[in-house]
């Protein structure tokens, strides 16, 4: 699959020590495992001359106060509050200055954030998704940059999940409905200009 790296950006969602870390609260092996194929990814992607974003699911402990419906504490317990060793990218991660850092309060990276004005704004239209979890943050951020008119392409060896079939499911149900998917090997970054 060829990608511009100047139209290009990689997507790595919620790589953060509540997720990846053994001591975090939502921890799953499965995301931990994925630090090294998505580390693998942005170097690929950097080295080309891609866009890199990283994501962070951060939640004010007042956020859910007051809510109808909507509770991520209610479903999950607390994580990756704002300010906390949780809410930090895990550490294994190449992040510069020049990296996109978008701060997010649920599960779509889109949702209330900068990040459609910032790919926009930067000439971006096809989006490399990995990162965790397959089949909730990365799966609904996906699906979001779809309707966006952006090209998602979940790269699904390069995804976190709890269980190995979460990932099949993220997997299959973005390609059959809104989106592309491929591997770090099927990546191959090609100038058009």
């Known amino acids: 699959m060829h990608f511009d790296p100047a139209r290009t950006a990689v997507v790595v969602v919620d790589m953060q020590n509540g997720f990846c870390h053994s001591d975090g609260s939502l921890y799953a092996p499965g995301s931990e495992a994925a630090i090294k194929p998505v580390s693998d990814l942005v170097a690929t992607a950097r080295e080309a001359g891609a866009a890199i974003v990283y ?3 951060v939640h004010p402990p007042e956020q859910f106060e007051g809510n109808h419906y909507y509770d991520e504490f209610d479903r999950w317990g ?7 060793w949780e809410a930090e990218l895990v550490d294994g991660l190449d ?3 020049e990296d996109h850092v978008v701060v997010k309060h649920t599960y779509d990276a ?8 910032w790919l926009d704004a930067h000439g971006i239209d096809d989006l490399l998704i990995c990162g965790t ?3 909730v943050c990365v799966l609904h951020t996906a699906g979001s ?7 998602p392409v979940i790269v699904e060896d390069a995804l976190g999940y709890i269980e190995e079939e979460h990932e099949t499911y993220a997997v299959d149900h973005a390609e059959w409905l809104f989106g592309e998917v491929t591997t770090r090997e099927g990546v191959e970054f090609v ?3």
């Open 145 to 151: 940059a779809g309707l966006r008119d952006f090209r």
């Open 133 to 135: 979890l397959a089949n």
């Open 95 to 97: 992040v510069r200055d």
């Open 191 to 193: 100038s058009t200009e």
């Open 55 to 57: 994501t962070r699911d």
């Open 110 to 117: 889109f949702h209330q954030t900068e990040l459609e004005g």
């Open 78 to 84: 607390e994580h990756v509050v704002e300010g906390s």
